[in-house]
């Protein structure tokens, strides 16, 4: 089982949808989490940090849930710049004060279209 | 004023050559990693350097190795290519205090092909 699992798609929605991808993580000990953004032949960028609480960021609004080991980004009013692959982050061990080991998931591929 | 940048952005080469990517932040971050994304899009991580030191090392072949002369550059040399080494190469640096709320930031990518 890989440690961290996504629905590649893509999942391909019109401009204004609301739009919602899933991840799941095998270890249970995995401490915080994360959303990145890869465009097409581009670096990955940070999107934003999930937490247990849940957080949204504009028109972007992550869930986690612990007990199922299960990790949620929700885009509302999609537009035309969302098209990138989404790659779910878990991090899954650190060494005081120096790094921290992530591990990313294959990644879900979004195309809005007009 | 790029944060993160490696190069080169293309490397097209031989089997059996020997060839290193070069990286540089200027983010006055700690820790630096490089981490290769294969042909399916599974970003992996490689090697980890804090100030100069290896700290992560993933059971990577030791054609592969990394030289940190600074905190702020980590290469890496690639001896005796083979075609599965083919893929992109992305540096990536974060502030290196470790934690839950370390965040990575990353080069443009090296895109290797091994011929």
């Known amino acids: 089982r890989k440690e961290v699992e996504q629905d590649p798609g893509p999942f391909n929605v019109p401009e204004g949808a609301t739009v919602a991808f899933n991840c799941t993580y095998s270890n249970s000990a995995s401490q915080s989490f994360f959303w990145y953004r890869q465009d097409c032949r581009k670096e990955p960028k940070l999107l934003m940090s999930v937490y247990s609480s849940g957080n949204e960021d504009g028109r972007f609004t992550a869930q986690l849930n612990r007990a199922s080991q299960y990790i949620s980004l929700l885009i509302r009013d999609s537009k035309l710049s969302d098209s990138a692959t989404y790659l779910c982050v878990v991090n899954r061990g650190w060494w005081a004060g120096t790094a921290s080991k992530l591990t990313f998931g294959t990644g879900t591929r979004l195309q809005v279209t007009l | 004023d790029t944060a993160v940048s490696q190069t080169p952005k293309y490397l097209v080469t031989q089997m059996g050559n020997d060839k290193s990517i070069k990286c540089e932040q200027n983010l006055g971050h700690d820790t630096m990693y490089w981490y290769k994304q294969d042909s399916k899009k599974f970003l992996k991580i490689m090697f980890s350097?804090?100030?100069?030191?290896?700290?992560i090392n993933e059971t990577v072949p030791n054609r592969f190795s990394p030289k940190s002369p600074d905190k702020a550059h980590l290469n890496l040399h690639i001896n005796s290519l083979e075609l599965g080494d083919s893929a992109v190469y992305f540096c990536?640096?974060?502030?290196?205090?470790?934690?839950?709320?370390?965040?990575?930031?990353f080069g443009s990518g090296t895109q290797l092909s091994v011929l």
């Open positions: 350097y804090n100030n100069k030191e290896l700290i």
């Open positions: 990536a640096s974060s502030q290196g205090r470790g934690g839950p709320d370390e965040k990575l930031f």
